[in-house]
């Protein structure tokens, strides 16, 4: 039985489209297939697995892996800040900086752009959604914010964003692996979740959408003036070497501004709105009730601000 291909809406082309997946057959064996399963919950979801593959990304040789990279997945050489030939492993390459004419930052006090390129899926009231990758799967806000078991007075994060709107950005391999704030504001200090780091593929999440909510994540909430406050959870992965943070908790920052990157591997971040502040675009709604993610780039206009009601 041939597999079930990854389908996304391409913004920019207007078509549904194929993705190529980095490593595909690995992931269909780890886990469409109850030995590979048996492999994954045995060793890959474990932060050894990717301690190790991470380290090898770092060692020098792995730079040889760079160039055939690019080509494979015809990867943009003039978004990049340096030359494909100056990058000293495949780790910085991974998570390398563009040049900032690559990624605009849509104008506008009252607009919220994407927080990472990816494929992204975008629900207006998380609590009204019949499903995020298919139709019945979903997760709650409470475990999602590390709250679940918790008696409803002690959830602070899961009462404030209680039927708000969530954007879910998966990053693949092959994609810009920094992260950025979609909307400007003052972040707080970033709290840790520890847990597994199951792979955040699709080829994994029609397994089990559990894995993003099992799964090492970040938490950053934003007070963003004409949004409220904005959650930023940055979500681990197989062979995701680390999340890194680059801001000041405290200090005020721009919209689009650097937050951080990642390591080597695919991940995925995670944007909570506050119920009635945004207004997300007719686009990637109408692609998301479908449970079909939406490309689209770190910078672009995901929405607007709504203001909130007297």
């Not at 563009?98 to 930052?105: E, F, S, T």
């Not at 008696?151 to 209680?162: D, V």
């Not at 951080?260 to 506050?274: D, K, P, R, Y």
Request: glycine share 8%.
């Amino acid at each position: 039985m041939t597999p079930e291909p990854i389908r996304f809406h391409h913004r920019y082309h207007r078509r549904i489209e194929t993705e190529k997946v980095y490593g595909e057959k690995w992931l269909r064996f780890a886990y469409e297939n109850p030995v590979g399963r048996s492999f994954v919950w045995l060793l890959a979801r474990r932060r050894v697995f990717s301690l190790y593959y991470g380290r090898k990304m770092n060692h020098r040789a792995s730079a040889q892996r760079v160039l055939p990279f690019i080509v494979a997945y015809d990867v943009n050489v003039e978004e990049f800040t340096k030359s494909p030939f100056d990058y000293r492993t495949f780790n910085e390459f991974f998570y390398r900086a563009l040049k900032p004419a690559a990624r605009p930052i849509a104008p506008g006090d009252d607009v919220a752009v994407f927080p990472a390129d990816g494929r992204h899926l975008a629900f207006p009231d998380v609590d009204a959604a019949d499903g995020f990758y298919v139709k019945g799967m979903k997760f709650t806000l409470a475990e999602l914010l590390g709250e679940a078991g918790r008696p409803e007075a002690e959830r602070p994060l899961t009462n404030l964003f209680a039927g708000g709107a969530m954007l879910i950005s998966r990053l693949c391999p092959v994609d810009y692996h920094r992260f950025h704030f979609p909307v400007a504001g003052t972040p707080d200090t970033p709290r840790l979740i520890n847990g597994w780091l199951y792979s955040v593929s699709p080829v994994a999440l029609r397994r089990s959408l559990r894995y993003l909510v099992e799964n090492k994540r970040v938490i950053t909430v934003v007070d963003a003036p004409g949004f409220g406050r904005v959650a930023v959870i940055e979500v681990g992965a197989t062979n995701v070497g680390s999340i890194r943070q680059s801001f000041l908790p405290g200090r005020a920052v721009a919209k689009g501004e650097e937050k951080g990157l990642f390591a080597f591997g695919g991940s995925c971040v995670i944007t909570l709105f506050q119920r009635g502040r945004i207004r997300f675009d007719a686009d990637i709604v109408a692609q998301s009730a479908e449970h079909v993610e939406t490309y689209a780039r770190m910078g672009d206009r995901l929405g607007e601000a709504i203001a909130p009601s007297a």
